[in-house]
């Protein structure tokens, strides 16, 4: 093949390669843009119009990327979760590994209730977003097999059962009104939900 008939798809490749370059440099400026609004506004006041000014990005870009307010919400909450996945499955005992099962299943407890408490609105936005949302997303199935698995561990009858029970008390919507019609602080809630997990775990 001569040097003229590869030149196109080189070209080719370089040119999706941007593409791909630009989408990425996108998603980074519509993320840090509605992490900013939200914090500013309030999830519910933003609109997808307003995120895609402050990112500099056409509406079309964003809606191309995201769908809707709750899936950019979604995608932002994926960020700040993955970090507290990476501490949960290696970082650290009594969070990652190290610690005993009972132990590890409290201090997941701690950890996620400050997770829900400090972005609330984005963790209601793509929790409600449909009926079961909260049981559809990837990060739900990791929670729910990391507490079935500590159960398991701590010999706990029916791990499964009591995983989903465990998650049911750490919803947004549960979190959310012990905050915010009950007057309860994160470090209450954290009390009352690690107790929960202790006994979830005891084999009686």
Same mark, same amino acid.
């Given at each position: 093949?001569? @040097?003229?008939?590869? +030149?196109?798809?080189?070209?080719?490749?370089?040119?999706? /390669?941007?593409?791909?370059?630009?989408?990425?440099?996108?998603?980074?400026?519509?993320?840090?843009?509605?992490?900013?609004?939200?914090?500013?506004?309030?999830?519910?006041?933003?609109?997808?119009?307003? #995120?895609?000014?402050?990112?500099? #990005?056409?509406?079309?870009?964003?809606?191309? /990327?995201?769908?809707?307010?709750?899936?950019?919400?979604?995608?932002?909450?994926?960020?700040?979760?993955?970090?507290?996945?990476?501490?949960?499955?290696?970082?650290?005992?009594?969070?990652?590994?190290?610690?005993?099962?009972?132990?590890? +299943?409290?201090?997941?407890?701690? /950890?996620? #209730?400050?997770?829900? =408490?400090?972005?609330?609105?984005?963790? +209601?936005?793509?929790?409600?977003?449909?009926?079961?949302?909260?049981?559809?997303?990837?990060?739900? =199935? !990791? $929670?729910? @097999?990391?507490?079935?698995?500590?159960?398991?561990?701590?010999?706990?009858?029916?791990?499964?059962?009591?995983?989903?029970?465990? !998650? %049911?008390?750490?919803?947004?919507?549960?979190?959310?009104? $012990?905050?915010?019609?009950?007057?309860?602080?994160? %470090?209450?809630?954290?009390? =009352?939900?690690?107790?929960?997990?202790?006994?979830?775990?005891?084999?009686?």
């Amino acid at each position: 093949m001569s @040097t003229g008939s590869r +030149l196109p798809l080189r070209a080719q490749a370089q040119a999706a /390669g941007s593409r791909r370059a630009d989408a990425v440099r996108n998603r980074g400026k519509v993320l840090d843009a509605a992490e900013r609004l939200f914090a500013r506004d309030g999830v519910e006041r933003v609109t997808m119009q307003a #995120v895609a000014k402050e990112a500099g #990005v056409g509406v079309g870009t964003l809606y191309r /990327g995201f769908t809707d307010k709750a899936g950019l919400a979604l995608a932002l909450l994926d960020e700040r979760e993955r970090r507290f996945q990476e501490l949960m499955l290696s970082g650290p005992p009594p969070l990652g590994p190290g610690a005993e099962p009972v132990e590890r +299943l409290t201090a997941f407890v701690s /950890g996620y #209730v400050g997770l829900v =408490a400090e972005q609330l609105e984005l963790v +209601l936005l793509s929790q409600t977003a449909a009926p079961g949302a909260r049981f559809r997303s990837g990060a739900h =199935a !990791l $929670w729910r @097999t990391h507490c079935r698995h500590l159960l398991d561990l701590a010999g706990a009858p029916s791990p499964g059962l009591r995983a989903d029970a465990l !998650l %049911a008390a750490l919803s947004g919507e549960m979190i959310a009104y $012990w905050l915010t019609e009950e007057g309860k602080d994160p %470090a209450e809630i954290t009390g =009352a939900t690690a107790g929960l997990a202790r006994a979830l775990a005891s084999a009686g």
